[in-house]
């Protein structure tokens, strides 16, 4: 008969596993991600976190892991370089789209209305770019998706429209025109 000590010893440890199990939903979730920052969260509460997800974009997620698995996760990856933000205490956004601004501003309200100025973005890569705290400014007045659809629609449809015009011009000279000549044969 085995001893309950010995039958523990043979099986893998349970921590290992968890940590081995953590470290691959981080991976999944590295997957299909387009940005990933770091969010400096010491001292907010579990209701905080939890009222923050809830205001996040369906295609963001709020994951707070341990610094060392997310390292480890990203090691050999594009998101490598964020590595060296990966201290404190953080919590780790994860933005599934290229609507960044709309991912990022849920945070920033609740900094503003909890008045959590240290609280503050530890750092994100966004393609292959690491951007540190004080260069978020950037990523938060990038335009959205729809905002670049409507400037390109403007851009293509501006010759359109001026081509259009001219053509409509030329119509109406060639008209008055031929008017013009039509009144000189009858008199």
């Known amino acids: ?89 953080n919590a780790w956004l994860f933005v599934h789209s290229d609507e960044i601004p709309p991912a990022i501003k849920p945070y920033r309200e609740f900094q503003k209305e909890w008045k959590l100025a240290l609280n503050d973005f530890a750092g994100a890569v966004y393609e292959g770019r690491l951007y540190g705290p004080d260069d978020f400014q950037a990523l938060e007045t990038m335009p959205t998706r729809m905002e670049s659809y409507r400037f390109l629609l403007g851009c293509l449809q501006s010759p359109a429209v001026s081509l259009l015009g001219l053509l409509q011009t030329k119509t109406q000279e060639e008209g008055g025109a031929e008017v013009a000549a039509t009144d000189a044969e009858k008199n």
């Open 1 to 89: 008969m085995t001893s309950l000590r010995s039958a523990s010893a043979a099986l893998p440890p349970i921590r290992a596993a968890l940590t081995r199990s953590k470290k691959e939903s981080i991976r999944r979730e590295l997957d299909s991600c387009q940005m990933l920052a770091g969010i400096w969260c010491h001292g907010l509460t579990v209701r905080q976190l939890q009222s923050i997800r809830a205001s996040l974009p369906s295609s963001s997620k709020l994951l707070v892991a341990k610094n060392s698995l997310v390292e480890k996760a990203i090691e050999g990856t594009k998101w490598e370089a964020l590595k060296p933000c990966a201290k404190g205490m």
